[in-house]
């Protein structure tokens, strides 16, 4: 599908959320109906055939009637309180799902290594790690005066996600529950428990992270699931000057020839 395509199709998308389940389920029901009501006039097939389709067509008619109550009063009103607050609720999910890679990159910049991607790489931490000493000056002053080392600027990064996960709580009754789900597993993930406790442990004597390498990879992992949730759930329902652009912590637009428009979003103001 083009970008163009995309252009004309979100405005809809911003108003309904088609359901491949219960969606087709209903066109099914419908169709069934007006077939039943067709062959009414024709002889039966087999004796009984007539109540059979009278009892599925009372069936189809029953499931229709109940898809439009649902449709109306639950599924278009929660989606337009979603798009009341999308654009704010949206920025949030944005910024939680860019912990992971925040802090890689972070890493990557102070030791000259290429870039991480949103997507987890083993490989690639693997690499990053054996180049990492954890008690080596990160980009950040404390308040002290002195830089942090990489446990300490984890934890600040991790503080400052937690802080966002909470300020999401009250989108949560909005947003659907793959989503909600998302969030709350990267809260649940072990470097996210655990950090307060390396930090009390004091100084280490590692040479490198690999010791850590799973916890991050963990971490990773849970973060670009929420992006994914992003860009399902909450990029369509805005205009495309309004979004974030996950890959990259600027905000800057992806390549013109990136094939999809949903990836281009607003960079956050400071």
């Given at each position: 599908?083009?970008?163009?395509?995309?252009?004309?199709?979100?405005?809809?998308?911003?108003?309904?959320?088609?359901?491949?389940?219960?969606?087709?389920?209903?066109?099914?029901?419908?169709?069934?109906?007006?077939?039943?009501?067709?062959?009414?006039?024709?002889?039966?097939?087999?004796?009984?055939?007539?109540?059979?389709?009278?009892?599925?067509?009372?069936?189809?008619?029953?499931?229709?009637?109940?898809?439009?109550?649902?449709?109306?009063?639950?599924?278009?009103?929660?989606?337009?309180?979603?798009?009341?607050?999308?654009?704010?609720?949206?920025?949030?999910?944005?910024?939680?799902?860019?912990?992971?890679?925040?802090?890689?990159?972070?890493?990557?910049?102070?030791?000259?290594?290429?870039?991480?991607?949103?997507?987890?790489?083993?490989?690639?931490?693997?690499?990053?790690?054996?180049?990492?000493?954890?008690?080596?000056?990160?980009?950040?002053?404390?308040?002290?005066?002195?830089?942090?080392?990489?446990?300490?600027?984890?934890?600040?990064?991790?503080?400052?996600?937690?802080?966002?996960?909470?300020?999401?709580?009250?989108?949560?009754?909005?947003?659907?529950?793959?989503?909600?789900?998302?969030?709350?597993?990267?809260?649940?993930?072990?470097?996210?428990?655990?950090?307060?406790?390396?930090?009390?442990?004091?100084?280490?004597?590692?040479?490198?992270?690999?010791?850590?390498?799973s916890i991050y990879l963990d971490l990773?992992?849970?973060?670009?699931?929420?992006?994914?949730?992003?860009?399902?759930?909450?990029?369509?329902?805005?205009?495309?000057?309004?979004?974030?652009?996950?890959?990259?912590?600027?905000?800057?637009?992806?390549?013109?020839?990136?094939?999809?428009?949903?990836?281009?979003?607003?960079?956050?103001?400071?």
């Amino acid at each position: 599908m083009t970008a163009s395509s995309h252009a004309k199709a979100r405005p809809w998308r911003r108003v309904y959320k088609f359901d491949l389940l219960l969606d087709v389920l209903v066109l099914v029901c419908i169709a069934g109906i007006i077939a039943q009501r067709a062959l009414r006039s024709v002889p039966e097939l087999f004796p009984g055939g007539a109540l059979i389709g009278d009892l599925l067509a009372a069936l189809a008619l029953s499931y229709t009637g109940a898809w439009f109550f649902n449709l109306l009063v639950i599924r278009l009103p929660k989606r337009r309180a979603k798009a009341a607050f999308v654009e704010v609720s949206g920025n949030l999910v944005a910024r939680f799902s860019s912990t992971a890679l925040g802090i890689l990159q972070a890493m990557a910049t102070e030791h000259g290594a290429p870039l991480p991607t949103r997507q987890p790489d083993p490989a690639y931490l693997h690499e990053l790690m054996l180049t990492v000493n954890p008690m080596a000056d990160a980009p950040m002053i404390g308040f002290d005066g002195q830089r942090c080392n990489w446990i300490q600027y984890t934890a600040h990064e991790i503080e400052r996600a937690a802080g966002v996960q909470q300020r999401l709580v009250p989108f949560f009754p909005q947003m659907e529950a793959e989503t909600v789900a998302a969030i709350a597993a990267v809260e649940n993930c072990t470097l996210f428990q655990t950090i307060k406790q390396l930090l009390a442990a004091g100084p280490m004597r590692n040479s490198d992270m690999t010791a850590f390498e799973s916890i991050y990879l963990d971490l990773w992992t849970g973060c670009a699931k929420v992006g994914d949730r992003y860009l399902d759930e909450i990029a369509p329902l805005l205009e495309s000057d309004r979004r974030m652009h996950i890959d990259q912590l600027d905000g800057s637009p992806p390549p013109p020839n990136s094939g999809s428009s949903r990836r281009w979003l607003r960079k956050p103001s400071r």
